[in-house]
Nanobody, 115 residues
């Protein structure tokens, strides 16, 4: 059974940091491209960042470039998103996504940036 379980979300002040984790099981994690998406109320889901299967390449949406870092540990089957210099507009539900022949989504973790 495929599972993607996100954790690490919460309430943080503007300028603060959070680290999201996504624990994967039930599929060959190390062969999948992994991504973080987010969705804010009233907005469409959008890609935040992705990282290739071996971790050699990653890319970011312009609105997080220079502030967020995506990484993965293929021994622990875990994906991470380090979020720094958080802004009010980063408030969203963040989803972990695995993509290869199939696409798997986690249930999401809420990140709220508020003073």
């Amino acid at each position: 059974q495929v599972q993607l379980v996100e954790s690490g979300g919460g309430l943080v002040q503007p300028g603060g940091s959070l680290r999201l984790s996504c624990a994967a099981s039930g599929f060959s994690f190390s062969t999948y491209t992994m991504s973080w998406y987010r969705q804010s109320p009233g907005k469409e889901r959008e890609l935040v960042a992705y990282i290739t299967s071996g971790g050699a390449m990653s890319n970011y949406a312009e609105f997080v470039r220079g502030r967020f870092i995506i990484s993965r540990d293929n021994f622990k089957n875990t994906l991470y998103l380090q979020m720094n210099s958080l802004k009010l507009e980063d408030t969203a539900v963040y989803y972990c996504v695995a993509q290869l022949h199939n696409t798997y989504w986690g249930q999401g973790t809420q990140v709220t940036v508020s003073s």
